[in-house]
């Protein structure tokens, strides 16, 4: 029975961060999807000759892993220095004040309902074993070694987003001229589909909302921007 529970709840310290990476991929990929398909799509309202929508395609890509990948760098680089400003803060009060930093790490397990005995005994036996280590997890909810690095999370944004526009441009440039736009947003959808499922796996959400909301964001995005190509394609504008 134990070995069941463990199974099903694994204690592993990483587990929310690699659900959290993964969570983040799949969104990449999701905006890569939604984002170029509304691109392509919103050309296509105007013409469907080849090298028009071609260059669009290339461009929302390009474009959009690259901005991706800037926000993540600028968001985890922010991050980053919050956590290692707050490591080195606690290091030197470690220096500075190593009783009260212990009597403050078992005040902190005792709050949590550990009797005061057994709080400062484990206080002790942690703060032998990693003094930091103990005081960034019960206070911070920080580990050291985790610490994020902007450039992982940079190139991971930009690769999720360039795998989910693939399949838009790669669509709407294959297909025939005729039914292009409709497949197009069959196939937009399927992968929507596909990612709202993983993206529910991972978070332990309801699939079926998480489809929903991507389904209708998606189809929703990609018949405004064909819309506002068909006008303008009619006015004469472009």
């Excluded at 991050?79 to 500075?96: C, M, P, V």
């Excluded at 992982?152 to 039914?179: D, N, R, T």
């Amino acid at each position: 029975m134990t070995g069941d529970r463990e199974t099903i709840e694994p204690h592993d310290s990483g587990l929310a961060a690699r659900l959290n990476r993964l969570r983040a991929a799949v969104l990449g990929a999701n905006d890569g999807i939604v984002s170029t398909a509304a691109t392509v799509i919103g050309v296509a309202g105007v013409t469907n000759t080849f090298a028009p929508i071609l260059v669009a395609g290339t461009a929302a890509v390009v474009g959009g892993s690259v901005s991706m990948a800037l926000g993540e760098y600028v968001s985890v680089s922010t991050q980053r220095d919050s956590q290692e400003a707050l490591i080195e803060k606690e290091r030197q009060e470690l220096r500075d004040d190593p009783a009260g930093e212990l009597d403050e790490l078992a005040g902190l397990y005792a709050a949590k309902g550990v009797s005061p005995a057994t709080a400062r005994q484990v206080a002790l036996e942690l703060t032998e074993h990693d003094a930091l280590a103990a005081h960034l997890s019960a206070e911070l909810n920080i580990d050291e070694v985790e610490v994020a690095n902007p450039w992982h999370a940079a190139f991971a944004s930009a690769a999720a987003f360039a795998a989910g526009a693939v399949l838009p441009l790669l669509a709407i440039l294959l297909l025939p001229a005729g039914v292009r736009i409709p497949l197009t947003f069959v196939a937009v959808l399927v992968a929507l589909t596909i990612t709202g499922a993983v993206s529910a796996q991972a978070g332990g959400s309801s699939r079926r909302r998480a489809i929903l909301r991507l389904i209708i964001g998606g189809a929703l995005a990609m018949a405004f921007t064909y819309l506002v190509g068909a006008l303008l394609g009619t006015a004469g504008v472009a």
